[in-house]
């Protein structure tokens, strides 16, 4: 399920080379004492709640507040653990602007490597991205996918959208433990700074429109725009959530045609169809509203903690004496459990536990 939203201010600038090559290695000691002690799954787990994730961004020296903590913790990530993927069993794939879009071969190339079952991974890939880019219209544009995966099959998904007009952007976390269904209400947490209506074909009050969209699918292209035109000539108000100036049928015949085409039975099935996107969605939806009166939801889905201080020194400059120690600490943690004395880390969870 998708498991969070986080709103994220836009910053310019990046990461410094020196603070992204400590970023890297401590980024890699907590994973690797969460893998060994939890296992991968609970680090896929922890990745998918935006509250965590805000607090490891934090942790690796990354401002609590900057839209950039998405790429370069993500990217820290993945490079931290480049090589030991196989030992730790934990993969990750993607990455930001052109990366995000070699995600499905990148998870195909190591499925392959590894003899992993790579099908129900890359569906679980695209349809994350199709899910927040075109069935939740909230105004951003996804930029940055970032998949991680075990050999078991289990996944998590961290993307981002980008909103150039209110300078912000929105962070979406997948966990695919438990995931029945990519277009009824798949995430349980949401985090975020502000509020925007926009068109939410995923919200479970949208069951209707979804049913009405899947039975427009097997109408003939030309209904569907004789049904469009009618709503054109009603001149509905300018109030109305889905403007009918959005809205250009003359532009979306082809896509009608290729949906009847392939006659999808659902609306999953309809969402995943290569070229079906937030156009054509959106003009289903408002038919689907002036035929069958299904009137789909506009609901937001929407609903941070520093360590190390922050690259553009906020809320304070990073102590990089105490970083190289944090990094240090984690690395004698895991050679100890390694050594065989885990019953001393244990205690210092327990330790922690009762200190609360």
């Known amino acids: ?26 980024a890699r000691e907590i994973t690797l004492l969460i893998v060994d002690l939890y296992g991968a799954e609970e680090m896929l787990r922890r990745l998918s709640d935006p509250f965590w994730f805000q607090a490891f961004g934090c942790v690796l020296g990354f401002d609590w507040h900057s839209s950039g903590v998405t790429t370069t913790v993500c990217g820290a ?7 030991i993927e196989k030992e730790i069993g934990l993969y990750v794939a993607g990455g930001k602007g052109k990366a995000s879009r070699r995600t499905p071969k990148e998870i195909e190339m190591i499925c ?11 569906y679980a890939s695209r349809m994350s991205a199709k899910v927040d880019s075109a069935a939740i219209q909230d105004g951003y544009q996804i930029y940055h996918h970032t998949f991680l995966f075990t050999p078991s099959g289990r996944w998590a998904v961290i993307q981002q959208g980008m909103n150039e007009i209110n300078r912000f952007a929105r962070r979406y976390h997948w966990l695919g433990e438990g995931v029945k269904d990519f277009v009824c209400e798949p995430h349980w947490a949401v985090c ?12 479970l009050e949208s069951a209707m ?29 300018k109030e109305h959530s889905i403007p009918m100036e959005e809205i250009q049928l003359e532009r979306l015949e082809k896509k009608f045609i290729h949906i009847y085409e392939h006659s999808p039975k659902k609306f999953e ?10 156009q054509t969605l959106r ?28 690259k553009d020194g906020h809320p304070y400059p990073v102590d990089r004496k105490v970083y190289d120690q944090s990094i240090e600490i984690l690395k004698q943690a895991i050679e100890k459990s390694r050594l065989g004395e885990r019953e001393k880390i244990e205690a210092l969870l327990r330790m922690r536990d009762f200190m609360g």
Not at 3 to 23: C, D, E, N
Not at 283 to 310: C, M, N, Q
């Open 192 to 203: 975020c700074d502000e509020r925007r209506e926009g068109l939410n074909l995923v919200a």
């Open 112 to 122: 392959d490597q590894e003899s992993i079952n790579g099908i129900p991974l890359i």
């Open 77 to 83: 990530l993945k490079e931290g653990l480049k090589g």
């Open 209 to 237: 429109s979804r049913s009405a969209i899947e039975t427009l699918a097997m109408e003939k292209p030309e209904f569907l725009i004789q049904e469009g035109k009618k709503a054109v000539e009603l001149h509905l108000s």
């Open 269 to 278: 099935e309809l969402l995943g169809l290569e070229g079906i996107g937030p």
């Open 1 to 26: 399920m998708r498991t969070g939203v986080a709103h994220l201010p836009l910053h310019s600038g990046k990461a410094p080379s020196w603070l992204f090559q400590r970023m890297k290695k401590l």
């Open 283 to 310: 003009a289903l939806s408002f038919i689907a509203e002036l035929v069958h009166g299904a009137k789909p939801s506009f609901k937001d889905p929407t609903r941070y903690s520093f360590a190390h201080g922050g």
